[in-house]
């Protein structure tokens, strides 16, 4: 399966813990991207990549959020001391940076703070 | 800021032809896209404008005017496995600004 893959499914946590995600996008792309759905909702952009470098973040992302694409292949999103409202499913999708809104989305990892 | 408004349900008949609508107000705008979503499941790209007019692919039509902010997409011969989310997404600054999606029921 050479799609965008994601780690874990599903994450509980206690709030106030650390959790930390993991994207593995289509390998020849370049742009990586992680989103936040909630029920009923679109997603809503995070943070983008291409390459290693981080291009942009959402002013609605708080500091506790942090995401990172160390050799430019897969990505982790880290949420510090979570909250309730955290609780959401985190979607990753990559792109060819010529082709930026043609984005592949992998399977997502749903998130529950209790 | 992004404003992106999509009804949020229909209901159509199996073989029937839907039209979904879609305005936006956006501070700049690089692309118009679709993309569907099963419930439970992850979207999946199906079309773009960049221009204005109508691309046909497959059943699949999506229409843009970009003087009115506004597009459609326009589902024929509906089939059951059509049954989904439809979300409208607009391209500013090279990164996409999803609407909350429009889900479709497709009944026998």
């Known amino acids: 399966d050479t799609g965008v893959s994601q780690n874990p499914r599903h994450k509980i946590t206690k709030r106030g813990q650390n959790v930390t995600f993991r994207c593995d996008p289509i390998?020849?792309?370049?742009?990586l991207y992680w989103y936040r759905q909630t029920l009923g909702q679109g997603p809503e952009f995070l943070t983008y990549?291409?390459?290693?470098?981080?291009?942009?973040k959402s002013r609605l992302l708080s500091d506790r959020f942090s995401a990172e694409r160390p050799k430019g292949s897969f990505s982790t999103l880290e949420i510090q001391r979570t909250e309730q409202g955290d609780s959401a499913m985190y979607l990753c999708?990559?792109?060819?940076?010529?082709?930026?809104?043609?984005?592949?989305f992998g399977p997502g990892t749903r998130l529950t703070v209790t | 800021g992004q404003n992106i408004d999509q009804p949020t349900e229909m209901t159509a008949t199996e073989g029937a032809i839907v039209q979904i609508n879609c305005t936006y107000q956006?501070?700049?705008?690089?692309?118009l896209f679709w993309y569907q979503q099963h419930a439970g499941e992850a979207p999946t790209f199906l079309s773009y404008?960049?221009?204005?007019g109508l691309e046909e692919k497959g059943r699949f039509s999506s229409f843009l005017s970009r003087s009115k902010g506004y597009s459609y997409l326009l589902l024929k011969e509906l089939q059951m496995k059509d049954s989904a989310s439809y979300l409208c997404?607009?391209?500013?600054?090279?990164?996409?600004?999803f609407g909350a999606g429009t889900t479709v029921t497709v009944r026998a």
């Open positions: 390998s020849e792309h370049n742009r």
């Open positions: 997404a607009v391209m500013n600054d090279y990164k996409l600004s």
């Open positions: 999708a990559s792109s060819l940076a010529d082709r930026v809104g043609e984005q592949y």
């Open positions: 990549f291409q390459n290693e470098a981080q291009l942009e």
């Open positions: 404008n960049v221009l204005d």
């Open positions: 956006t501070s700049g705008f690089n692309g």
